[in-house]
């Protein structure tokens, strides 16, 4: 599976964006996708994830009310859409692939495949 995120850059604080994540390889429509960040100086964490039909999500805390995650399984895309954007929310984000588990997982290491990262900057 190869997957190539766009749609970071800079916005103000109060702002959005939205992320999307094309996947290709294997069979999008069979596998779960979420969406993870890492802040500087941080590890990376989990933001949101949506099952292979899309029938259920799961999001962090942090992000509740305010970011919505979804796909599109026609065109093999995976969508962030970030609302009320804060400073804390920057980051570069990253799309992921978990191939195997049958729950929405949280953990880095569920993740079969990785796309390369899009950078958001929330100012101030």
């Known amino acids: 599976v190869q997957l190539q995120a766009s749609g970071g850059g800079l916005v103000q604080a109060g702002g959005s964006l939205r992320l999307s994540c094309v996947a290709s390889?294997?069979?999008?429509?069979?596998?779960?996708m979420s969406w993870f960040r890492q802040a500087p100086g941080k590890e990376r964490e989990f933001v949101a994830g949506v099952a292979w039909n899309g029938g259920r999500t799961r999001y962090a805390d942090s992000v509740k009310g305010r970011f919505t995650i979804s796909r599109d399984n026609v065109k093999n895309t995976v969508y962030l859409q970030m609302n009320s954007l804060k400073p804390e929310d920057t980051a570069v984000y990253y799309c992921?692939?978990?191939?195997?588990?049958?729950?929405?997982?949280?953990?880095?290491?569920?993740?079969?495949?990785w796309g390369p990262g899009t950078l958001v900057t929330v100012s101030s």
């Open positions: 390889g294997r069979t999008f429509s069979s596998y779960a």
């Open positions: 992921a692939a978990d191939l195997t588990s049958v729950w929405l997982a949280v953990r880095q290491n569920d993740y079969d495949y």
